[in-house]
């Protein structure tokens, strides 16, 4: 797909400055774009290379008034890149309709346009909406339910009574709807709590490959609209993520715990189980988690706690050896004081 430097302007609500009759035909990076091709610089730190790009344009911040290739002005151009890729290279949709291999139990009900791919599984009384599609070697189990202009990737197991909203994204291995992790040790023995209740997904949720996230004991597990969930996390029983919260990878929530709205957990943070994060919080890349956070905090390290004092015992624990050294000098010139009294 060809468009001009100034359609593309008019498509993304930003500000042509030189030629804006170029063609456009493809998106790049901005050190490996060529002719043809459309980039973007975010990072201020990064504005040298509009002297060496190949690009035929460059997307920037309204606060670049010219460079030596014609450019887009516009607020926020990562999100404008992000919208021209989508008009330049469009979503590749399946063909419509049901593979002959697919299994279709009795009283399922499928929407318009909804494609089910070759070997997936749709057990009875589920029921898809419009347009969704479902790739190969889906499971989609008993009683669950699918909104419209889903996707749902190969290998996704979605299992009995699950709920799913609109425009919701499922990439692959992930599995939806497994049994909590609930026992309870009686006589030396452990004992499977039953987990009966369900998963309930809202829309415009997205979730990458290998997440788990295990149906409630009782209740629901609850992830709610616009949460973006990254590859390799795991999600317990009854947890709650609020509303646009992002969820980096290999995360691991417990049981019962609440996530409120807009909160971020950076990779391989672990929370506890019966806590609450407040709304807007930030949990810092690795930490340990093991009570609430208020709302509008950052914390990182083990015990989570406020991110500046973490960095001062960070900073601290790197002079140890300097330290040590100091305090083994201290006592050995201590000693010969004592020798001499």
């Known amino acids: 797909m060809k468009k001009s430097l100034r359609e593309i302007a008019e498509l993304i609500g930003g500000e042509v400055v030189g030629n804006g009759s170029i063609e456009i035909e493809g998106v790049a990076g901005i050190e490996e ?8 610089i975010s990072d201020k730190k990064h504005l040298f290379l509009l002297e060496t790009t190949q690009a035929s344009a460059v997307i920037v911040s309204c606060e670049i008034k010219k460079a030596r290739v014609p450019l887009i002005r516009v607020e926020n151009p990562y999100f404008g890149f992000s919208q021209v890729t989508r008009i330049l290279v469009p979503y590749q949709k ?4 049901i593979h002959p291999s697919a299994i279709i139990s009795e009283g399922v009900d499928l929407g318009k346009g909804v494609s089910i791919g070759a070997r997936s599984v749709i057990e009875e009384k589920a029921k898809i909406g419009d347009n969704t599609i479902i790739y190969p070697l889906v499971y989609l189990g008993k009683g669950s339910r699918i909104g419209r202009d889903c996707i749902i990737y190969p290998q996704v197991m979605i299992r009995e009574g699950v709920e799913i909203g609109d425009r919701v994204i499922i990439h692959s291995g992930t599995v939806v709807g497994s049994d909590g992790f609930g026992y309870i040790p009686h006589e030396g023995k452990q004992y499977k709590v039953p987990q009966i209740g369900k998963v309930v997904i809202e829309n415009d949720v997205e979730i990458g490959a290998n997440v788990t996230i295990d149906r409630a004991t009782l209740g629901k597990t609850w992830i709610k609209k616009g949460v973006k969930i990254d590859n390799l ?3 317990a ?23 409120g709205k807009g909160v971020t957990l950076a990779g391989q943070a672990g929370l506890a189980g019966h806590i609450r994060i407040g709304d807007k919080a930030i949990v810092g890349a690795q930490a340990g988690v093991t009570k609430s956070v208020p709302p509008n905090t950052i914390v990182s390290g083990y015990p989570a706690r406020p991110h500046t004092q973490a960095k001062r015992i960070e900073a601290s624990i790197l002079r140890l050896p300097e330290l040590h050294k100091l305090v083994r000098e201290l006592k050995k010139r201590l000693e010969e004081l004592e020798k001499k009294r």
Do not use: R
């Open 237 to 259: 029983h009854n947890v709650v993520i609020g509303e646009d919260s992002i969820i980096v990878a290999q995360v691991g929530i417990s049981g019962s715990t609440e996530i």
């Open 94 to 97: 399946p063909t419509e309709g």
């Open 233 to 235: 996390v795991q999600i």
């Open 33 to 40: 774009a060529g002719k043809g091709e459309i980039t973007f």
